[in-house]
């Protein structure tokens, strides 16, 4: 049974630091690529992050480049998102999600139904 688990969210002032993490167990972690979505109240599930098996390639939707890092330990089974420069519209529920595959070709990444395991979410809250 496939378990995936965020943590790390919270409420931080604009422009401060927070690092989710999400531990994955029940499966090979290093077979499948890895993204990190968000949803606000009243606004679809977006795509924020991906990275492949490897770690070598990662993306980044436009409104979090150059703020947001995503990284993975494969010898934990955990993902990470660093989240700097933090903004009042970075506010939403965080969630972790294992791709179908190890990595995913053109834009795919940012399609939920190209994930098929997905954690319970970690909220964040910025305060302006």
């Known amino acids: 049974q496939v378990q995936v688990m965020e943590s790390g969210g919270g409420l931080v002032q604009a422009g401060g630091s927070l690092r989710l993490s999400c531990a994955v167990s029940?499966?090979?972690?290093?077979?499948?690529?890895m993204g990190w979505f968000r949803q606000a109240p009243g606004k679809e599930r977006e795509a924020v992050s991906y990275?492949?098996?490897?770690?070598?390639?990662?993306y980044y939707v436009d409104s979090v480049k150059g703020r947001f890092t995503i990284s993975r330990d494969n010898a934990k089974n955990q993902v990470y998102l660093q989240m700097t420069s933090l903004k009042p519209e970075d506010t939403a529920k965080y969630y972790c999600?294992?791709?179908?595959?190890?990595?995913?070709?053109?834009?795919?990444?940012?399609?939920?139904?190209?994930?098929?395991?997905w954690g319970q979410g970690t909220q964040v809250t910025v305060s302006s």
């Open positions: 999600a294992v791709s179908r595959y190890t990595s995913m070709f053109g834009e795919s990444w940012r399609r939920p139904d190209q994930y098929n395991n």
């Open positions: 990275i492949t098996w490897s770690g070598r390639s990662s």
């Open positions: 029940g499966l090979i972690f290093d077979d499948y690529a």
